[in-house]
């Protein structure tokens, strides 16, 4: 159940929920929802980011992460982000119509650890 870190043993459980730039609408079709959930998933696989469960509404994203101990909130953001954002523009080149800067991501977030609510915020992410 625990994870093992070097010296650290235990679960790092984060929600996250990160929004569109501007809050556009941009994933109301399921082409993209696929596009942004492969995505954030290679993300995080890339740099050992365990997803527990990912939520992709029309314009934000909700999950539950198991983000190594090692790891700061801030850079785990700025890697499920970046990576994500540079991803989704190679698969989906009409995205540069919409944001002509690269930025698919509004630059706030929300982040915070779960301890004994995993069960509750696991329902209200699956419900979203």
Known sequence: MYQTYGNSVGNNFKHVQITT???YNMMR???LRVFCR??????CKKH???IEIINV???HVHLIVDCPRTMCDSK???I???LSSYLLFRMCEDLRKRYSRGNFWNAGYFCCSIGRDFDSVFSYVKNQ
Do not use: D, L, P
Not at 38 to 43: D, G, L, R, T
């Open 80 to 82: 499920v982000k970046g």
């Open 29 to 31: 079709k399921e082409k």
């Open 38 to 43: 492969v995505a954030i998933e290679e993300a």
């Open 76 to 78: 785990m953001i700025q």
């Open 57 to 59: 509404q029309s314009n």
């Open 21 to 23: 730039k501007y809050r």
């Open 48 to 50: 050992g980011i365990g």
